[in-house]
């Protein structure tokens, strides 16, 4: 690691360890001993974001922990550095599918329809909001499902859709369904999840695997701009809301173990052989 790399490591670790001070530029530069240009430079290049970009990530972090605890949009936003609630909305808008006041009150407001399919991998439970699917998860029964779905979005008025019915939703399980167990093709569905700004990169990116292919954890980092972030972005990749519409079944350990599986290393490692299988046709 270059004497540079250090500064610009030390740099980053500055603005997380205080993400809502008011970083400026020059401020920054001046800490590391760097000129402002060549650090704007470089930092993009080895964390993948500007040093601005990196701030606001950052905060958003740490906004989205203060949601999940229960605090309020107002509280969360001000406590995380923004200095208004418009700033906040305006960088949650380009980093989150959903509002952070939908999801931190559990979804009040928020209409949620759901359907349960069968697949040769068990019981799969498809969400959507009128803007796209929610969450996607495989289960043993119904009522567990259920019950997850209820956990994450308390506050939602949750709707079953009709058996037999022809909405998008139905038609968007059946296209899953379809993937999964029949060779069908890779449904290309609208989402509509929260995510740090951390993992929405991370999810984004694994979507860009092909079905058939991997990739390891290591990679998937350097891939997002955030090579030093592994233990980060395994997180993120655990944390999966859309189960096989985000692939993250296609990454692996380092020394290309299974690794973990938020819905069981058997079913993991069934999704690879079954694409695997399919490539190579």
């Known amino acids: 690691m270059t004497d540079t790399d250090r500064r610009i490591i030390e740099a980053a670790a500055r603005i997380a360890g205080e993400p809502g001070a008011d970083w400026s530029l020059d401020g920054l530069a001046e800490s590391v001993a760097l000129s402002p240009h060549y650090l704007q430079r470089r930092f993009k290049r080895l964390v993948g974001l500007s040093p601005l970009q990196y701030r606001n990530a950052m905060r958003l972090e740490r906004a ?5 605890d229960g605090r309020s949009v107002t509280d969360a936003a001000f406590e995380a550095g923004f200095g208004s609630l418009s700033r906040f909305y305006a960088e949650a808008g380009r980093g989150l599918g959903m509002r952070p006041a939908e999801y931190g009150a559990g979804g009040e407001g928020l209409a949620i329809d759901y359907a349960v399919g069968e697949t040769s991998l068990g019981l799969l439970l498809m969400a959507a909001t009128e803007r796209g ?97 592994v233990r980060a972005v395994a997180s993120a990749v655990g944390a999966n809301p ?7 079944h296609r990454v692996l350990r380092a020394d290309g173990g299974e690794g973990g599986y938020r819905w069981g290393l058997e079913r993991k490692r069934r999704l690879r052989e079954r694409e695997a299988a399919r490539d190579a046709q």
């Open 64 to 68: 989205r922990g203060a949601l999940r």
């Open 133 to 229: 699917i929610c969450a996607v998860r495989f289960g043993e029964t119904v009522r567990q499902l259920e019950q997850e779905l209820a956990g994450e979005f308390p506050a939602a008025i949750r709707r079953p859709a009709p058996i037999g019915g022809d909405e998008a939703l139905l038609r968007w399980l059946r296209a899953l369904e379809a993937f999964i167990d029949a060779g069908g093709p890779s449904p290309d569905l609208p989402l509509h999840v929260f995510g740090t700004a951390l993992q929405i990169r991370t999810w984004r990116f694994l979507t860009s695997i092909p079905v058939g292919g991997q990739a390891r954890y290591k990679d998937v980092a350097r891939a997002i701009g955030a090579p030093r972030a």
């Open 242 to 248: 859309a189960a096989v519409l985000v692939p993250c």
